[in-house]
Nanobody, 126 residues
């Protein structure tokens, strides 16, 4: 079983940047798919970005394209989410998750991911 621990959240002003990290422990296979999700108060958890553990394919929420970059350091078993040009609507708890089924999940909805981290708070002030 894969355990995930997120870090890097915080308070930032509108237009600022943050880099989130997700450290994985346990056996990780290159067929796994890693995702970042977020949940704002009173809203459902939504997909933000995903990447294959091999690093060969990425997916992004439309509003994240051009601002966020997901990447993997295989040696450190860590997934990153670089977030630039942050906006107040990016505020929420950010979660890292893994899909352990081979290949890209049929859907990037939360239900298709198997293990989750505890989350890290991101707050963007206007």
């Amino acid at each position: 079983q894969v355990q995930l621990v997120e870090s890097g959240g915080g308070l930032v002003q509108d237009g600022g940047s943050l880099r989130l990290s997700c450290a994985a422990s346990g056996r990780v296979f290159t067929s796994y798919y890693m995702g970042w999700f977020r949940q704002a108060p009173g809203k459902e958890r939504e997909f933000v970005a995903a990447v294959s553990w091999s690093g060969g394919r990425t997916d992004y929420l439309d509003s994240a394209k051009g601002r966020f970059t997901i990447s993997i350091d295989n040696a450190k078993k860590t997934v990153y989410l670089q977030m630039n040009s942050l906006q107040p609507e990016d505020t929420g708890v950010y979660y890292c998750a893994v899909s352990v089924r081979p290949g890209r999940p049929d859907s990037l909805k939360p239900a298709y991911f198997d293990s989750w981290g505890q989350g890290t708070q991101v707050t963007v002030s206007s």
